[in-house]
């Protein structure tokens, strides 16, 4: 094979998520292109990491575009829905916040909400901005109801994602793909075969001697990257000085009431804990930096801090966050945590592994590895990791907590400038700058500036031609229907039960 053949034979290696999320997509988008073969390579002697089981809103389109019923797979995945995230006592110990997936209010002359709220603070109201937005509302609440197909009202129009069992969800994703044509080889690798004349990978090697031939190679193998590190010697790019958590785990135990609607992270002495529920039990883990508290101690305060009695062993997994300097190297695509790993930190282990599958079908090589292409795919990633990672680090950075080390060293550690302008900027006049490749909007980073406290010192002068009066009434008004919105809907155990619960 040269560099500008026809890609025919695609090979993944690896299942999970992060595998069968990408040959489910190829399998689908390739059903009208027979000659194209699909490879999952994966040994059930080795496990599987189990990447995420909090997603973002993007998971939903993923799941739609290859045809996948929403209900079905809920129910299958024991899924609960997902309206946002609780922090707590990431300011300070006793304060929560809650982030939403979707806008604040409802726009004014142009002007974003978040600038009506800060004037109406500028004239006395106190009210938080969480009390203009209906999913934080129904969070509260525990209720949970999809959104309408045609919303009465701007604020009305929400985004929610899911709590599902990550092995569910693979194995749901294996079915389908097996059932597409995709062949699954149950063998361990035991080598990689490179071309002599220019370093692309020719074919793995499986215990026994059979070798694989392919012409893509998708390397979902997980934080020791077989191909993309293993054999291609790409090198990996260090954010632990700016994302210092480098341990975690997990530890499932009985759910102890109605699942929420919603993500717990609640920060701890030496990182944070998440807590999120599921229709068979509660998920739950301890991601913290081991140069502040060892293994055993972290194990001993996860087991403490269960809601119900524990189901499994305690689970440790060790990374280092960062990402590939490369993404695309050679004839080898990484998804998942074979490409980077930032932390489980807001649920994008997921959407990465959906994103980096977007970007391989955008610039798919159907007439070969045309270099151009390939360098725009590693730009594009790259930089939608380096958005997200300064996403993350304003959770650290933004804190006011000085009671342990770690907290004092994130407060003070020095940070990117791509995110100290975004910071001055907001804390200028209320602006949020958004860049190409943003998978946080406007209303998420508002969220996490309001909540640790970082408020602009103006406001946009467009929100200024409302009278004083009016504004009040109007703002008194939005909450009320908001509140009575978020009441009216039904439990979030209702809505499961009525519509996906899972069989006993």
Not at 43 to 50: A, K, L
Not at 116 to 133: D, F, I, K, N, P
Not at 296 to 311: C, F, I, M, N
Not at 429 to 447: I, K
Request: aromatic share 10%; proline share 5%.
């Amino acid at each position: 094979m040269s560099a500008r053949n026809t890609v025919g034979h695609i090979v993944i290696v690896g299942g999970g998520t992060a595998g069968w999320m990408a040959a489910a997509a190829l399998a689908h988008f390739w059903r009208r292109h027979p000659h194209r073969r699909i490879t999952l390579v994966e040994s059930s002697e080795i496990g599987t990491v189990g990447v995420g089981e909090a997603t973002l809103p993007t998971i939903r389109g993923f799941n739609s575009g290859i045809g996948i019923d929403e209900l079905d797979f809920v129910r299958k995945t024991q899924a609960t829905f997902k309206l946002g995230i609780e922090f707590e006592d990431w300011n300070r110990v006793g304060e929560k916040f809650f982030h939403p997936f979707a806008p604040y209010g409802v726009k004014v002359n142009g002007a974003s909400f978040h600038h009506v709220w800060l004037r109406a603070r500028e004239l006395g109201e106190r009210t938080s901005l969480g009390e203009y937005s209906l999913p934080t509302a129904m969070a509260a609440f525990g209720h949970f109801a999809q959104p309408a197909r045609q919303p009465a009202a701007a604020f009305a129009n929400f985004a929610y994602a899911y709590h599902f069992d990550a092995a569910l969800y693979a194995r749901y994703l294996r079915d389908y793909s097996l059932t597409r044509g995709v062949l699954l080889v149950d063998r361990r690798i035991v080598d990689v075969s490179l071309r002599g004349s220019d370093g692309y990978i020719d074919a793995v090697v499986l215990e026994g001697g059979e070798r694989i031939e392919g012409d893509l190679f998708i390397d979902c193998s997980g934080f020791r990257g077989l191909l993309i590190e293993g054999s291609l010697k790409t090198g990996y790019e260090d954010w632990t000085h700016w994302l210092p958590c480098d341990r975690a785990v997990a530890m499932p135990c009985e759910s102890s009431g109605p699942p929420t609607p919603y993500t717990r992270g609640s920060a701890r002495e030496a990182g944070w804990q998440w807590r999120i529920p599921l229709q068979h039990r509660m998920g739950n883990g301890y991601v913290y930096c081991s140069r502040h508290i060892s293994d055993d101690e972290a194990v001993a305060q996860l087991k403490t801090r269960l809601e119900g009695a524990p189901l499994a062993e305690p689970n440790l997994l060790r990374f280092t966050t960062g990402r590939r300097k490369l993404f695309w190297n050679r004839n080898c695509v990484a998804l998942g945590l074979a490409g980077g790993f930032i932390e489980p930190l807001e649920s994008t282990s997921i959407a990465l592994i959906q994103s980096g599958i977007a970007k391989l079908l955008t610039f798919f090589p159907d007439d070969g590895f045309v270099q151009v292409d390939v360098a725009e795919a590693n730009r594009v990633m790259r930089e939608e990791y380096e958005r997200i990672r300064d996403f993350i680090i304003l959770h650290y950075k933004g804190t006011h907590r000085d009671d342990t080390p770690l907290w004092r060293e994130s407060r003070e550690m020095p940070i990117p400038e791509t995110l100290q302008h975004k910071i001055d900027l907001f804390a200028s006049r209320g602006h949020v700058v958004e860049y190409a490749g943003e998978s946080f909007e406007e209303a998420s980073w508002v969220t996490m500036y309001s909540g640790f406290g970082i408020l602009p010192a103006r406001h946009d002068p467009r929100v200024d031609d409302t009278d004083e009066a009016l504004l009040t009434r109007q703002l008194t008004q939005l909450r009320a229907t908001i509140h009575s919105a978020a009441k009216a809907a039904p439990t979030h155990a209702a809505y499961i039960a009525r519509h996906c619960a899972a069989p006993a």
